[in-house]
Nanobody
Framework: QSQLVESGGGLVQPGGSLRLSCTASGRSFSRYAMGWFRQAPGKEREFVAAISWIGGTTFYADSVKGRFTISRDNAKNTVYLQMNSLKPEDTAVYYC?????????????WGQGTQVTVSS
């Protein structure tokens, strides 16, 4: 069974940093595009960042551009989201996703999510 498992979430102060990881098991996602999404309480899930399967193409939501960096290590079947200069409005459950096509919306495989809380 294919599975994506996120980790690295937690409580951080405004201006702080966190690095999220998403590790795949059950199959290799090395030839899949990977994305990060988030959902804050009372809001719809929104796109955060995505990376092509080779890693040469990345794109970001405007709200995180310049602060977040997506990367991947195909040998470890893992994708990362480095989050710097965190703001309270970044508080959400963060999900990773995988799909054969790179996009900001359609993904076939999803993880269960990891909570990120930015608060003083």
């Amino acid at each position: 069974q294919s599975q994506l498992v996120e980790s690295g979430g937690g409580l951080v102060q405004p201006g702080g940093s966190l690095r999220l990881s998403c590790t795949a098991s059950g199959r290799s996602f090395s030839r899949y595009a990977m994305g990060w999404f988030r959902q804050a309480p009372g809001k719809e899930r929104e796109f955060v960042a995505a990376i092509s399967w080779i890693g040469g193409t990345t794109f970001y939501a405007d709200s995180v551009k310049g602060r977040f960096t997506i990367s991947r290590d195909n040998a470890k079947n893992t994708v990362y989201l480095q989050m710097n200069s965190l703001k309270p409005e970044d508080t959400a459950v963060y999900y990773c996703a995988a799909d054969r096509r790179l996009s900001a919306d359609k993904y076939d495989y999803w993880g269960q999510g990891t909570q990120v809380t930015v608060s003083s």
